[in-house]
């Protein structure tokens, strides 16, 4: 059975310099005795712990949120409730996948507080504050291009943001984190609680839907 080929989405936003911090040096998430630092409520392990997954999940919550300022509370809150909740973490998953979990539970809550809020509106991917994201087609430009080459990587990627934004909420997640935050499905499928069948599906039908939407653009 097919899933369908990933969009090209592995291109990286402009992050910010916390996005582009090196990660998985300075604690392992499976390491049972710094998790158990973390349960004894150590400051130093807290600490080390938003140094080494601040960037990344920073990184997430930008690109299902296209707000910097959201990403940033969101991020504060996502480590808020890590802290707040360790002592009932179990390894069913490992802390890396937890909190993520943690994380798309707080784009979650944060959307459809704003869906309550404003019904249908959007925001624009092209608002101001997004003007230095790198796109997430870059890596189809090369370093030289000529002038009308870039342009129309600028062109593909305009129509490839506007296209993600446009996804259904659930298939834009798994998207994301397959094709750009580079998960499994099975990692997938813990951090959402649903089961590996049901991420496959979503991905090939989001995928499915993006180049529906993209046909003639790309």
């Known amino acids: 059975m097919s899933y369908g080929e990933p969009i090209a989405l592995c291109g990286q936003m402009d992050l910010e310099d916390v996005a582009s911090a090196p990660v998985a040096e300075l604690c392992k998430s499976s390491d049972a005795q710094f998790i158990e ?16 997954r601040s960037g990344e999940i920073y990184g997430l919550l930008f690109r299902l949120t296209d707000n910097r300022e959201e990403a940033r509370d969101l991020t504060q809150e996502t480590f808020l ?45 092209d608002s101001p504050g997004n003007e230095g994201t790198q796109g997430l087609i870059a890596t189809l430009a090369s370093g030289s291009q000529n002038p009308e080459q870039q342009t129309l990587a600028h062109e593909r990627e305009r129509a490839l943001k506007i296209a993600l934004k446009k996804l259904g909420h659930s298939y834009r997640e798994t998207v994301i984190l397959r094709d ?22 979503r ?4 995928r499915q839907e993006l180049r529906r939407r993209l046909e003639g653009s790309l």
């Open 81 to 125: 409730r890590a802290f707040q909740s360790i002592t009932r973490f179990r390894g069913e998953a490992d802390l890396r996948t937890w909190i993520y979990r943690i994380a798309i539970n707080q784009a979650r809550n944060r959307w459809r507080w704003w869906r309550r809020r404003h019904g249908d509106t959007t925001v624009s991917l």
């Open 180 to 201: 750009i935050e580079g998960f499994s499905y099975e990692e997938i499928a813990a951090m959402l609680h649903i089961s590996v069948g049901t991420v496959k599906s």
């Open 203 to 206: 991905i090939a039908r989001g």
């Open 37 to 52: 630092r973390l349960k004894q409520g150590e400051a130093a392990a807290f600490d080390l712990l938003v140094r080494e």
